[in-house]
């Protein structure tokens, strides 16, 4: 089974900041990756899939790079309604989520 | 619009069976991969089942395999979860979810319905 490390597991930055997430498999995941963001009490949203590709309607801070085992989701310039949890779901081998970051206002 | 409407929750007693059930609707649903993903209270997501488009083919983790089967019914738009044998950490929100035509993401979600198992 593929492992995901999310880092960190709690952040907090200020409206306006540049904002880096972290994800790690536990081996080569080829880019089959995917990001999403659960906002308190909702179900999960696609932002990015297969890497860097912004899903339709996600504004363009969201971005996503990577390759190999590490994998980074970054929001440009973070907003108060970014406020949420994100998560990590690869789709290489037997899918799997990484356990979360949960991003809030400073 | 795309909606995934669950239904079928609630609370079940350890070692007994729940059925749930997911309408689709907005979209040519026997086109589509579909899945079962859950979240116990205040943990992260756990993809539970994904059904191919004909529901031939049918994927678990080895967490449920063999207590959990997904299918479908594309007359009726609909997607299944029966779930056999619970255990209290089977307890959790269980969303619908529908794959997407390009990957194995998951491009439309349903709001969720929960799950207690317990005595």
């Known amino acids: 089974d593929i492992q995901m490390t999310q880092s960190p597991p709690v952040l907090s930055a200020s409206v306006g900041d540049r904002v880096t997430l972290s994800c790690k498999a536990s081996?080569?995941?080829?880019?089959?990756l995917d990001w999403y963001q659960q906002k308190h009490g909702e179900a999960p949203k696609l932002l990015i899939y297969?890497?860097?590709n912004l899903q339709t309607g996600i504004p363009s801070r969201f971005s996503g790079s990577g390759s190999g085992t590490d994998y980074t989701l970054t929001i440009s310039s973070l907003q108060p309604e970014d406020v949420a949890t994100y998560y990590c779901?690869?789709?290489?081998?037997?899918?799997?989520f990484g356990g979360g970051t949960k991003l809030e206002l400073k | 619009e795309v909606q995934l409407v669950e239904s079928g929750g609630g609370l079940v007693q350890p070692g007994r069976s729940l059925k749930l059930s997911c309408a689709a609707s907005g979209f040519t649903f026997s086109n589509y991969y579909m899945a079962w993903v859950r979240q116990a209270p205040k943990k992260g997501l756990e993809w539970v089942a994904t059904?191919?488009?004909?529901?031939?083919?049918?994927y678990y983790p080895d967490s449920v395999k063999g207590r959990f089967t997904i299918s479908r019914d594309n007359a009726k738009s609909s997607l299944y979860l029966q779930m056999n044998s619970l255990k209290s950490e089977d307890t959790a929100t269980y969303y619908c979810?529908?794959?997407?035509?390009?990957?194995?993401?998951?491009?439309?979600w349903g709001q969720g319905v929960m799950v207690t198992v317990s005595s």
């Open positions: 779901y690869q789709y290489n081998s037997g899918p799997s």
């Open positions: 297969y890497t860097n």
């Open positions: 979810a529908r794959h997407a035509d390009y990957s194995s993401s998951l491009d439309y």
């Open positions: 059904i191919s488009t004909s529901g031939s083919r049918t």
């Open positions: 081996q080569n995941i080829n880019k089959n």
